[in-house]
């Protein structure tokens, strides 16, 4: 620990200190000691509130298993279930219908439908490039994945490969922006004359789109030649670059040396899930990287194939439309930021009798002031359009916290002269108590809530923890075909759109796990703009080219107004009917290969955040196929282990023998890490006893979530 600063009863690490008051506050027009006091009476003002719902929390678990206790004997009765729920106040009278009342909302949230990254925004080279994945290259995403059914070969480019990915593209363009009568396979020149798009064939005809409106518009090149062409289907962009000098474009008959799509619209920049945040060392990190993207001149330098490189955020893209006006196009995707929730402290700052302080609170303070560059921002490049701030706050718990942010960002706006609203909230609907209120939870913030999604992850976590006293659950890949999930992704949609978040909000759907699976994703992925949801998550900016083509295919509006006229799909009763194994035929085989499964991947995320501090990567699973680990997947595979654990599917005994047999296979996976330190020499590693106790203590853990014993274990770490 470094040297403290005091500041009206708050000790705050000198670094951190130094950080706001030299490189935030004196560009912006706050009096320093003022806001520092400010800070403090918000600090002693909301913090014993926070305290409170944790509380509530806790006495609304230990009712909810007594009462699963009692009634273990019999078939759980929903009736007499959701009267219990209500009298303890975990269930909430159902209000009026209304609709959100948010205002000033950019378009990457109200009206364009697409992809959303999320990246942890400690690393600068992965927030560079979500910042800079709102375009991608089509030939990019086709030649580097499996998309079109197998991988490149090993080498130099590959010239069948490079045909194939042509082929593709322009069978593509022939399915979202057919020509009329001719195949864009078969052009010869593109060319734009009065404000009409045209292409010439083989056979010297010229050509037109089928829908005219599907043009945009274009660009030019220093000597005001042609150089791309814009096309638009469901207010996605689509460029043709046109080249004849490029390595692609010169042996082409059109010369088009490349289709750029409009990918990832959005994306959060993440201090939560994604991140391993432990001390005032780690969120200096979050908060200056923050800053450099809210400034616009975050920069990151690397070596890549020998050469150094630096990366920062592109510029808009100057274009005429169609009637022959100057434009810009956004360069960058729209960034929204995710603050830790409400359970967290951290050391960084200290109150009251040195208690660490309410993470979520420092947080809610410092990137709302920091957004402040972003909001005096006068160029084309800023973020915000409409002079507004996102923040995502994830693991609230039913209508009472959700009201609980809504004031603490009233207040935080009062504290920094920003008008009211300022803020708009993203609602994440990961947690029980949330999505079977959820409709009272958007009324809790109805004024500024511009986002909701579902996550498989969270969601079964915390009901595994809810409920683990209702019996043994199902096998984690079990529970995704029962009909709570269901319930559970259909209500969120309906709920959404009942509350009037189209047009004004996002309601997303979750994250593609496998990164290196693109075909797959591609088949599958379709799902979430096929079930009313604007946008949803994806593991990386290919990913987010890859699954913008969904959204050429599907009308996500059009879809959202059939739920609307058909009514709502998903059910209360089925969202709390508890996915609990009811005399499942397990054998012990089945039993030690679904914990072997979920402890190898507990063991794979947790050694790199205990022993290096990466809160988000690609873990090889069990089977050596990569999947995207965060915080969510640690906390349903920890839970699930817990829940067997607690009804004696298996033994400690049995938890400690596979966890380091699976430690084995996780240091073999690892071998090739100069950084990495193997688990499997004394199993005495803070990395190990951190999975160990995540599984062991598990069913004891505030609502199931890993961070208590993985902050704990990380510090240890970092301060032998």
């Known amino acids: ?187 010869k020149s593109i060319q734009v004359s009065s404000n009409l798009l045209e292409v010439i064939g083989q056979d010297d005809n010229r050509y037109t789109l089928l829908e005219f409106k599907q043009y945009f518009g274009y660009r030019l090149n220093k000597e005001n030649i042609l150089s791309e062409i814009v096309l638009e289907k469901n207010k996605l962009k689509v460029r043709i670059l046109i080249d004849p000098t490029h390595n692609i474009g010169k042996y082409d008959d059109a010369h088009i040396a490349d289709i750029i799509l409009e990918s990832a619209i959005s994306t959060i920049m993440d201090c939560e899930d994604s991140v391993a945040t432990v001390d005032a060392e780690d969120k200096l990190l979050a908060y200056k990287n923050w800053l450099g993207l809210m400034k616009g001149d975050l920069e990151t330098k690397f070596t890549k194939n020998n050469n150094s490189l630096t990366r920062k955020l592109n510029s808009n893209i100057s274009i005429f439309n169609k009637v022959d006006e100057k434009i810009n196009l956004k360069g960058r995707s729209l960034m929204l930021i995710r603050n830790v929730g409400h359970l967290m402290t951290n050391p960084a700052i200290l109150y009251e009798n040195d208690k660490e302080i309410p993470e979520g609170l420092m947080d809610a303070m410092f990137t709302t002031l920091i957004a402040i560059y972003d909001l005096n921002n006068e160029s084309i490049s800023k973020n915000s359009s409409e002079k507004s701030v996102y923040i995502v706050k994830p693991k609230m718990h039913g209508p009472e916290e959700v009201a609980f942010t809504n004031d603490i960002f009233s207040e935080v706006e009062a504290i920094l002269n920003l008008p009211k609203y300022t803020v708009k909230l993203g609602i994440m609907d990961e947690e029980r108590r949330t999505s079977v209120n959820l409709k009272e939870c958007i009324r809790a913030a109805e004024n500024r809530v511009a986002f909701i999604n579902t996550g498989f992850l969270d969601r079964t976590g915390d009901e595994i923890h809810t409920s683990t006293e209702a019996g043994p659950f199902l096998k984690k890949g079990d529970m995704k075909a029962t009909k709570w999930i269901k319930s559970y992704e259909d209500r969120n949609v309906d709920i959404g759109l009942e509350c009037g978040l189209q047009g004004k909000a996002q309601i997303g759907k979750g994250m593609w796990a496998m990164p290196d699976l693109m075909q797959d994703m591609f088949e599958k992925k379709i799902e979430h703009p096929n079930s009313g949801a604007n946008c949803a998550w994806v ?72 022993d290096q501090g990466v809160g988000c990567s690609k873990v090889p699973d069990i089977n050596d196929i990569g999947l995207m680990e965060d915080r969510a997947t640690c906390r349903i595979s920890s839970q699930i282990l817990a829940n067997w654990l607690k009804h004696e599917i298996i033994s400690n005994e049995e938890v400690i023998e596979i966890m380091k047999k699976m430690a084995k296979k996780v240091d073999i996976q690892n071998e090739r890490d100069n950084n990495y330190k193997k688990m499997s020499d004394t199993y005495e590693t803070f990395a190990f006893k951190a999975a160990c106790r995540l599984v062991l203590e598990g069913s004891d853990q505030p609502s199931g979530y890993t961070e208590p014993i993985l902050h704990e274990m990380r510090l240890r770490e970092k301060n032998i």
């Open 1 to 187: 620990m470094g040297k403290r600063i005091d500041k009206y009863g708050l000790k705050i690490e000198e670094n951190l200190f130094n950080f706001i008051n030299n490189e935030v506050l004196n560009n912006l027009n706050f009096e320093k000691e003022s806001f520092w006091k400010n800070f403090s009476n918000f600090i002693t003002d909301y913090a014993p509130i926070n305290n409170s719902l944790l509380k509530k929390r806790l006495d609304l678990k230990v009712k909810i298993d007594e009462w699963h206790k009692k009634n273990k004997a019999k078939e759980i009765d929903l009736a007499e279930y959701k009267q219990f729920l209500m009298e303890i106040g975990y269930l909430v009278p159902e209000g009026e219908n209304f609709s959100i009342a948010t205002t000033n909302v950019d378009k990457e949230i109200s009206e364009i439908c697409g992809p959303q990254l999320v990246v942890p925004i400690t690393n600068a080279r992965y927030a560079l490039n979500a910042a800079n994945a709102r375009w991608g290259s089509l030939y990019d995403a086709l030649y580097g994945t499996d998309l079109m059914g197998s991988l490149p070969k090993q080498g130099p480019y590959d010239e069948s490969r490079g045909t194939e990915v042509i082929k593709y593209a322009r069978d593509y363009l022939d399915k979202e922006f057919p020509l009329k009568n001719y195949s864009w396979k078969n052009i």
């Open 539 to 610: 593991p990386s900016p290919t990913a987010a080219t890859i699954h913008a083509m969904h959204y050429h295919s599907v009308n996500v509006k059009e879809i959202q107004n059939n739920i609307l006229n058909k009514g709502s799909r998903g059910q209360l009763d089925d969202l709390l009917t508890i996915p609990v194994a009811n005399k499942e035929n397990w054998n012990k085989e089945d039993i030690l290969l679904e914990v072997q499964n979920n402890a190898q991947s507990i063991l794979g995320y947790v050694v790199r955040w205990i």
